[in-house]
Each structure stands twice: as C-alpha cells, then as structure tokens.
C-alpha cells in the first residue's frame, strides 16, 4: 500500500457523498450514505448481496439516480444537468461485473472509441495510449482481437485499459473479479494493484480479501443501503466495532 | 458410385421410399417442364418484346442511360467481390468462385435469344466490367483500403447517381418522364428506392418507439401500428388517389414517385419492427458501459447499440427486402407498368395471345434470379460477421 498525501486534509475531496438515498419504488435502496474519497486513495467496500453497495458505487457516474442528497465529483456536483452528466463521466472509468467490452469491435477499437469521440484525440494518439495501456495490463498482444476471442481474464483487463484509456481522475469497480474463474482472478487483481500502486482514486465493490489487506487504505462495511462501519483494513478485518460487520467477515472467512 | 447409391438413396426403407418420391416428381414434373421449354414454348414473345420487359417505354435513343446505370453496377459488383466476398474467411473452398463465373455468364446468355434483343457488345462488356472489376480488386493488392473507401462511396451514390441518369437533368440530359418508366426497370427502381429510402425511415421510428418523450412515441407506435395492419395494395391506393386530395392543384407529384412514397412508408414500418427486435436484444450493459465512458445519446446508439442490433437482424432485413423486391409488383394495380404490368400488357398484343405461360416463366425466372442474389448475397454478409463476432 502506498502512502496517500496526508496534507491533503484541507483539500476537498475528490468525491464527496453527502446523504445519498434512493428508492425503487418502494424498496428504500440507499438510506443517506455519506462517504468522502480523497485523491490517490483507494477505498474497498464489502457487504452482503443485496445491501445496496453497487447500487451506491453507480450513483457515483450517475449509472443510478439518487433522489436525495449530493455528490460532487471533482468539484461537479451531479444534477439533472445531461452535460454535467457526460462530464463526469469522462472523469470517472468504471469497470463492470461482466466486462461489457463492445463485442462488434476489436480490443483496440474499444479502447480507442471513447478518446476519439468524446476526448476528439486523433485516432494515432489514441491507438498509441491504447497500445501503451495494453503493454500495462500485460496483453498487447491481443489488440487485434474481438473480445469474444479472449478469456474472462483478458476481456477484464481489456475493460480497464477501456476505461483507464479516457485518462479518468477516478475508477470504480463494480465487482470485477465475480464472474471468473478462480485462475483469472489474480491477473486481473494484480493489474487493479498496479493502477493503485500509481497513485490512482480508487472504489472497489469487491470481496477479495487479500485485495483489501493489501492494497485499500480504508474498507467500508455496507449492509442495508448504509455504510456500517469504515476504518482501515487492519481495523476492520481485526477488530471490527458492529456485531453485523462481525458476522458478515465470519461468514466470508469461514 | 455404386456405395455412394447405396448409401445416400438406398439406406433405409425411408430413403427407399424418398428416393422413388424423387424420381416420380422428375419424371412427372421436372421432365416436361424441361421439355416445353426446351422444344415447345414459343419464345418470339419475350424475345420480340424484350426492350419492353426491360425498361418498358423508355426511349430507344436515351436507352444507353440505362446501360450506363447496369455497367456501373457491373463494376462495383465486381469490386466489391473481389474485395470482400471473395476473401471472406469460412469461404469454403470455391463456391464464391463458382457463383462468380455463373454471374459473369449470364449477360452473354442473354445474348442467345435470337431476334435481336440488346445488343451483345453490350452484354458482353456488362461481364468485362465485372471482371474487371473483380481483377483490379485481386491484383491491386497494395491499395486495397483506398479500393474499399472508393467502392464503399460509390455504392452510397450509385442509386442517387442512377436515378439523375434514368430521369434526366435540366439541359444536359433531357427528361425522361416516368409514365415512360417500365418493366424491369421500373421494379428495380421501386425497390431500390424503397429499401434505401426505408431504411433510415425504419431506424428512426424503432428508436422513436422507444423514446421518453411521449408525442413521440405514441407517434411512431400509432404509425406503426396503423401501417401494418393495412394491406400493401390500400397504401399504394392511398398514395395515388388520396393524396392528391390534401395537396393544392398545382402540386403534381408523378405517380412513380407517389409509389415510391408508398412503398417507402409501408416497408418503414414493418422494418422498425425488426429494428426493435434487435435493439431488444443488446444486453443492458452494453448502454451502461457507453454511458459510463462519457458517450452522448447519439454517439452511443449510432456507435455501439445499432450496428451490434442491425447484425443481429441481417438475416431478417435481408428476407425483408426479398419481400419488399417482390411486393412491388402489386404497383400493377395502380396501372404502373413494372414487370408484371408490362408482362400484362405484352400479352394483349394481338400477335401473342395465348402466351401466357411463356411470359410468365420468363418474368417468374427473372424475379427468381434477383431474389436468388439478394439471398446470395446476405449469406455471405451474415457469415462475415458471424466470424468478426464469435
């Protein structure tokens, strides 16, 4: 783990939630999550299924509407406003349980696409930062491929070279490691702790453990649609203060 | 040979049994059919009226318009097979080739019906232009992208370009009017225009239906709700009589061109069924990831959602525009003279009465051979693309 700017506390944070709730009809899904991320830090957070924990990560680029409460990303405060939206966006990689590469074009075709439209980078620019991000997550390779050719592994890694292509202040993984296969999962983790590593923000919907002790500064525990209880990873894997938090790290540690 | 026999005709009492079905129908169908053809139908009719089958009244003298448009077409179609089918991983082995030669040969076949029809200079050079064609896309070998975006462009312009040609324009080319417009001619372009034109059109009301904004949506839904529970023959009524009537005096829309219209709004509709097929089809994180990448609305369905939902309905669209070729001989009913019109009114001709079957073998070939392509033709696009997407 590496060190964040502790002179940053007076410096706002990169991500700010402040009392975020949403509502599926009437299933009460987030109830007023606040959460402060500050630049180059990378926060993990765990929580049984169906605790609203992605739900909160994709309010975040707005995936997800909250109906109350603020989030401001980088100094833009998420509103109905759609260029506010598409902003943000471009600020913000995501990376997804199941991938969604775009199937009908090549891995350099999916990592270029959004640099040169949104971005407006010329094709050249963008091919070489693709070809660049490919060698970091250790399959330049495969440019030429169509994602159906890859294994789950490789497509993961393809999707945050996508994302990390747009050159975002922030990342968010939705679950990245639960659809594949045990002997993928370390590739695509070891690619995650390297972009740590370089001193990106980071929010981690993820139940890997190792992952946590190693690479978070702070893990959030989340159960209900609220974080329970969020410290560093030693305090909460040792001594965790919520008897839910408790029961939930018996259960995924056996 | 003998194993052979034995194996595929004579495996099992079923096969037996097929086996002798299939000599049954030869015998008792195929063999006269052949024969008629061969030694008994009177062919003078079609040959005679040949010009007339083709492109109806279009004047003698401004003919070489026409053949300009089927040359052009020769050459892209040449291009682009040696450009892309030809190549087309999964070809196996040369049955591309093989439907390759039997193209080529068709325009000089056409030039065996005696009594002069189209003059075989011409026919032939129809074959050379594919050739070449096809050649200059094999042989060029290090200009293969620049070949693509020229060949890809001049399909995008050939049918405005072959419609300017057909009609005419101002002082250089003068004015062809479509009451003159015939056979052939007049099907091929009503189903050109008609594909090209509801294309776009279909796009738009499928992603219309399924927009937010209510007007709009219960716009395209009523539209094309409407449309498909009306036959093809009352939208071709509809937009020669009707039409007129909302529109002042002095508007006269030519009765090709109202149509056309037709034609157009009633494929649309049916079309943007499919579209919605296949827009259903694109899993949701598809949007979700074009979204989270800072995409806009546009960009992330003309980037991402449409061309991954137009392939899935290749197959569909292709079959579509089969029907669409096909329908537009009901324009018969509104006394337009496409093929079928013309066939009719060739057997009125006094010389040729009883003929029908003569006339009506030739133009149902005909309408096979074009669809036979169309078919041909998606196939190939489908197999393309099943490759570029395991």
Redesign the interface.
């Known amino acids: 783990m590496h060190e964040i700017n502790t002179n940053s506390t007076n410096t706002p944070p990169i991500i700010s939630c402040r009392d975020v709730h949403k509502w599926y009809g009437e299933f009460h899904a987030l109830r007023g999550v606040n959460l402060d991320v500050k630049k180059g830090e990378v926060v993990v957070i765990m929580g049984p299924s169906g605790s609203g924990k992605s739900t909160f990560i994709r309010t975040i ?1 707005r ?1 997800e509407v909250h109906q109350r409460g603020d989030i401001v990303v980088d100094g833009i405060e998420l509103t109905h406003d ?1 260029r506010n939206i ?2 943000i ?2 600020e ?3 990376v ?1 349980q ?1 991938f ?5 074009l090549t891995v350099m075709e999916n990592i270029t ?2 640099p040169v ?2 971005r407006k980078w010329k094709k050249e620019k963008a091919e070489e930062v693709a070809t660049e991000l490919l060698q970091r997550v250790h399959i330049p390779e495969q440019a030429q491929k ?1 994602p ?2 890859l294994s789950g592994g490789q497509q993961q890694r393809v999707a945050i070279a ?2 990390l292509a ?1 050159q975002p202040k922030v990342m968010l993984f939705d679950e990245p490691t639960s659809a594949l296969d045990p002997e993928m999962i370390k590739e695509v983790l070891e690619a995650m702790s390297d972009l740590a590593e370089s001193g990106m923000t980071m929010i981690c919907v993820t139940h890997e453990m190792g992952f946590a002790r190693n690479v978070a500064h702070r893990v959030g525990f989340f159960d209900q649609g609220n974080i329970v209880e969020i410290g560093p990873p030693d305090q909460i894997f040792r001594n965790p203060e919520q008897a839910r938090t408790k029961q939930f790290l018996a259960q995924i540690l056996h | 040979m003998l194993r052979w026999l034995k194996q595929n005709l004579l495996g099992s009492w079923r096969d037996v049994v097929l086996t002798l079905l299939g000599i049954y129908i030869v015998v008792n169908i195929v063999v006269p059919v052949v024969r008629w053809v061969l030694t008994e139908a009177n062919w003078a009719v079609v040959t005679t009226n040949m010009r007339l089958l083709m492109v109806g009244q279009y004047p003698i003298e401004q003919v070489w318009r026409i053949w300009a448009c089927v040359l052009l077409l020769a050459l892209l179609i040449g291009l682009s097979w040696g450009l892309w089918i030809s190549k087309s991983i999964g070809d196996t082995g040369g049955r591309s080739r093989l439907v390759g030669i039997i193209l080529l040969l068709v325009p000089p076949l056409f030039a065996l019906f005696p009594n002069g029809i189209e003059s075989l200079p011409m026919l032939l050079s129809v074959s050379v232009l594919g050739l070449i064609g096809y050649l200059a896309a094999t042989v060029l070998t290090t200009q293969q992208s620049l070949l693509k975006r020229l060949t890809t462009l001049g399909w995008i312009v050939y049918i405005p370009i072959c419609y300017v040609l057909i009609r005419g324009l101002g002082d250089l080319l003068p004015v062809v009017s479509s009451n003159l417009w015939g056979g052939l001619l007049l099907t091929l372009l009503l189903t050109a225009v008609g594909i090209v034109l509801s294309f776009p059109l279909g796009v738009l009301l499928a992603l219309g239906r399924r927009s937010q904004l209510p007007v709009i949506k219960w716009f395209c839904i009523a539209y094309i709700e409407v449309i498909r529970g009306v036959p093809l023959i009352t939208v071709l009524f509809m937009a020669q009589l009707v039409l007129p009537l909302f529109l002042p005096q002095s508007i006269e829309i030519d009765r090709v061109v109202r149509a056309m219209a037709g034609i157009t709004l009633f494929s649309a509709a049916y079309l943007a069924e499919n579209v919605r097929g296949g827009l259903q089809n694109i899993p949701r994180g598809q949007y979700e990831a074009a979204e989270a990448l800072g995409l806009n609305a546009v960009q992330k369905m003309t980037l991402i959602i449409l061309p991954q939902a137009l392939r899935i309905i290749v197959p569909i669209l292709v079959g579509q525009f089969i029907s669409l070729f096909k329908d537009t001989s009901l324009v018969t009913i509104v006394s337009l003279l496409d093929l079928l019109g013309i066939a009719n009114t060739v057997l009125a001709q006094p010389n040729f009465i009883g003929t029908q079957r003569e006339v009506y073998f030739f133009i149902g070939v005909i309408y096979w051979l074009i669809s036979y392509t169309i078919s041909a033709l998606g196939k190939r696009l489908e197999l393309r693309q099943q490759m570029s997407a395991i």
Do not use: C, D
């Open positions: 680029n995936l759609v598409e902003k966006r471009s913000v990689g995501m997804f199941s969604n590469l775009f199937p009908h696409l959004a439209w949104v169509y159906g050719q996508r994302a747009m």
